[in-house]
């Protein structure tokens, strides 16, 4: 059963253009999180998915960020007219299905995303 | 809103001493409480995970207790090793609100031979 997997591990993106990140999450799991880890800072919450659905985006910036975790194919993470403040690690994480809540997440290696 | 703390902020220990990593949170309404550590420009690895009623949970070397009331967990690890060096996170899981992790700002701990 292969883990939570994201692409690219490493992005360098030049301000301005355009950021999209991927996660597919462990097998079997229906809940996708979004977090960023700043450069010396903690993991941040920034979205909560489900299968075609947000649940909870109280952690997203109000503007350039989006996800979503459509019914078929990975959760996407798109940052737009990226800037230098965007460079982070972002980190996916899954969870089996809201009958388990008991479980717990389980992360991917992140992808850094370097803006120049 | 709830905040996750740790002390130390940063640990150096030679190779075999038992060691005590602590976390707290200021609200006790927490549904589990999970441990992870994260090496040098890796991902999380999970550790333990001790739902909200339990107090403790056990996996090789590494044990984790759970006290809510005072808002505080603990992580010790037995017999360290330089393989045990990484940076060490707590997250909880609110009971009242949707699924998201609150982490804490992390221990960095060194073992050195």
């Known amino acids: 059963n292969a883990g939570v997997m994201q692409n690219p591990r490493h992005l360098v993106r030049r301000r301005g253009q355009e950021a999209r990140l991927r996660c597919s999450p462990m097998?079997?799991?229906?809940?996708v999180y979004w977090y960023r880890q700043l450069p010396e800072e903690g993991l941040k919450f920034m979205v909560y998915?489900?299968?075609?659905?947000?649940?909870?985006e109280s952690g997203m910036p109000k503007e350039r960020f989006s996800a979503e975790f459509p019914k078929e194919g990975p959760s996407i993470l798109r940052i737009q007219q990226v800037v230098r403040g965007d460079s982070a690690a972002y980190f996916c994480a899954s969870s089996p299905p809201e009958g388990d809540r008991g479980y717990e997440q389980y992360f991917g290696p992140g992808t850094r995303l370097t803006v120049t | 809103k709830q905040e996750v703390t740790q002390i130390p902020a940063a640990l150096s220990v030679p190779e075999g001493e038992n060691l005590v990593l602590n976390c707290s949170f200021t609200d006790s309404a927490i549904y589990n409480l999970q441990w992870f550590r994260q090496d040098p420009g890796k991902g999380l690895t999970s550790l333990l995970l001790i739902q909200s009623s339990q107090r403790e949970q056990t996996s090789g070397r590494l044990n984790a207790s759970l006290d809510k009331s005072s808002g505080r967990s603990t992580l010790y690890i037995a017999a360290s090793q330089p393989g045990d060096s990484a940076t060490y996170l707590c997250?909880?899981?609110?009971?009242?609100?949707?699924?998201?992790?609150?982490f804490g700002t992390g221990t960095r701990l060194q073992v050195f031979p």
């Open positions: 997250a909880v899981r609110l009971s009242y609100n949707t699924d998201k992790l609150i």
């Open positions: 998915l489900q299968k075609e659905n947000i649940i909870d």
């Open positions: 097998k079997g799991h229906s809940h």
